[in-house]
């Protein structure tokens, strides 16, 4: 599998203030500490738990770039991702496709959800096992960061989440390209348990003259 290789994007605003996120000053780095292997446990078990979200967050790209949006997920197989206006850019994952609509151009690409870097997250069952391993785990900046990499290629790129250390909640996560590249995402407002409408999790063409009707019909 390569879905690490493959539009790696897709999880950038699963698409992150990049001088505050999880890489810190060299002060920081000097307080880094060994995570336990139960704190791990129960990631992973935060992780596995969460079915439905809904959050505000900030993209930052490896070059500064940021983007406010709202996020929105349904366990397993769907995410949106809604950016602000200006933007008319969304990234919609239905349960077996991922699609990137471009509102400058007018266009969307997609992909299976397992060519996907998505697929870390949106599996049905996530554990830090099997196709996935945890590559490194440190407390550092009030946080608690797990890297994962895929077992079998773990050059291919990583995701790193962060958990904030007193609740162990999801806060931020980055991804890296397997040239170095990173995009991070910051989450707030963070709300999970929720009934989302399930339109959120169906793309829909801005540009079709029919609005009732779906793309994947």
Not at 91 to 110: M, R
Not at 158 to 171: N, P
Not at 178 to 190: D, I, K, N, R, W
């Amino acid at each position: 599998m390569r879905y690490l290789t493959l539009l790696t994007c897709a999880f950038m605003a699963l698409l992150p203030l990049q001088a505050k996120a999880l890489t810190q000053n060299s002060k920081t780095e000097e307080t880094v500490q060994t995570v336990t292997p139960d704190e791990i446990k129960r990631a992973e078990s935060w992780l596995q738990n969460l079915h439905t979200a809904q959050a505000r967050f900030i993209q930052t790209t490896g070059n500064g770039t940021q983007l406010v949006g709202t996020f929105y997920l349904s366990r397993p197989g769907k995410l949106r991702f809604e950016y602000d206006p200006p933007l008319e850019d969304f990234i919609v994952a239905d349960g077996v496709f991922i699609y990137f609509y471009d509102g400058e151009l007018k266009e969307q690409t997609n992909a299976p959800i397992q060519a996907t870097l998505a697929n870390f997250l949106l599996r049905k069952d996530f554990s830090f096992g099997g196709d996935i391993t945890v590559a490194e785990s440190k407390r550092a900046g009030g946080f608690i960061q797990i890297k994962l990499v895929q077992t079998d290629e773990p050059e291919a790129g990583s995701l790193t989440f962060a958990f904030t250390e007193d609740t162990l909640q999801l806060k931020k996560w980055r991804v890296t390209d397997p040239q170095g590249a990173m995009t991070e995402v910051e989450l707030f407002y963070l709300k999970t348990g929720l009934n989302l409408d399930p339109k959120l999790f169906v793309y829909i063409d801005p540009n079709q003259k029919d609005p009732k009707k779906r793309y994947n019909d």
